[in-house]
């Protein structure tokens, strides 16, 4: 599995910019004005992995298969969305579908950019997004509650669960608060996600800077920084124009580019880190011949379940999984080795697979 994440902010603050250099395509119009994005632009981009290769190196492997990210550019949200101001609530409907949210905040000077407030404040374009997004979530809350209304008379019971969740996300945004922050019991957690409430997404804020404060950000990315903490979010510093050269070069030359800006890697690798961490997600490899294909699951899965990510075949027919830790693969030599030494393990249903896992699962047809 990937995930979806949502690119989103003010107009003007590089989103689509930093869309096009993610997903190295023009497919998004960067232009100096708001509303440029019509519709959400959605991109598929491999997920970087050099452990990946340096299996495939080892198997001899004809093909490399990464993981997937899907990043999706929404349109710039303004003050009012949530009352269908701009193009609003077109916009708030595309962030609904997507895991998370990644909200580029513009942490940088420019007379020749625009900002729709005519000020750079990156915190308060912050608060501007979270509170369009909270006031569409109680506006929702409300009709849902509403239409939930005969239901509880007649005692159907899974309306009163869905209330009783909507009156606890209500209460928090009608504190202030995003719905993130209520504490839901793990039996609710299948339903609170069913909710689809746009401020239970998990946030990174993206501070896009200037080139030459690229490496260590500067006095607007400290705010930010204070900011995420404070509310137990994650932030990422990026030259989104840095990324949108990087894009167009090839490797040898962007590892150049990224050694004269200071830069070890680049802001992409970055990203996705701080998406998996912020989604709980990690890596586990299959490795052959054929091909070496990086995994996706989230943190916690149980071989059968990992098993059911290549097909669902495999999960129902689940036997056991061979297992092999990548720092022993790669110590080995391969498969062979590991066997023989004994670094190849044999899993039930309940081993719980760990970043990095090579695997082999065995399951009846």
């Known amino acids: 599995m990937g995930f979806k994440m949502g690119i989103v902010g003010l107009p003007n603050v590089g989103k689509s910019t930093l869309f096009n250099a993610l997903t190295k395509t023009a497919a998004a119009q960067a232009a100096n004005f708001p509303f440029c994005t019509i519709e959400p632009n959605v991109g598929d981009v491999a997920v970087p992995d050099a452990r990946l290769e340096k ?32 193009l609003g609530n077109q916009f708030l409907a595309n962030i609904r ?11 940088f000077e420019d007379g020749d950019v625009t900002h729709v407030d005519g000020r750079v404040d990156p915190v308060a374009d912050a608060e501007t997004i979270e509170t369009e997004l909270m006031l569409a979530d109680l506006e929702s809350i409300e009709k849902r509650r509403a239409n939930l209304v ?3 008379k007649g005692n159907d019971k899974e309306a009163k669960e869905q209330d009783r969740l909507l009156a606890a996300a209500q209460e928090m945004l009608e504190d202030g608060k995003p719905a993130r922050l209520v504490a839901v019991a793990p039996e609710d957690a299948k339903l609170w996600k069913q909710l689809q409430l746009l401020t239970t997404k998990p946030v990174l804020y993206v501070c ?28 990422v510093i990026i030259s989104a124009r840095i990324e949108e050269e990087i894009s167009q070069l090839d490797d040898e030359e962007a590892a ?29 490899f299959t490795v052959g011949p054929k091909e070496a294909r990086a995994w996706t699951i989230r943190q916690g899965t149980a071989a059968p379940q990992a098993a059911g990510v290549i097909h669902g075949d495999f999960e129902r027919g689940f036997i056991r999984a061979e297992t092999i830790a990548f720092d022993d693969y790669v110590a080995c030599g391969g498969e062979a080795k590991a066997r023989e030494t004994g670094k190849l393990r044999a899993e039930g249903k309940g081993y719980v697979v760990q970043d990095g896992d090579v695997m082999h699962f065995l399951f009846n047809t």
Do not use: W
């Open 55 to 86: 299996l495939a190196q080892i198997a001899g492997s004809k093909q490399i298969l990464p993981t997937r990210m899907t990043f999706v550019d929404i349109a710039g949200l303004v003050k009012g969305a949530s009352k269908g101001e701009g």
């Open 150 to 152: 005969r239901k509880l």
């Open 208 to 235: 896009n800077v200037a080139e030459e404060d690229a490496a260590k950000g500067n006095a607007f990315s400290d705010k930010v920084a204070e900011m995420a903490a404070a509310q137990g979010n994650a932030h």
């Open 256 to 284: 150049m580019f990224l050694e004269e800006m200071g830069l070890e890697e680049a802001g992409l690798d970055r990203l996705i880190r701080a998406g998996y961490e912020l989604l709980h997600l990690e890596t586990y």
């Open 97 to 107: 579908e997507t895991d998370a949210i990644a909200h580029v905040l513009r942490c």
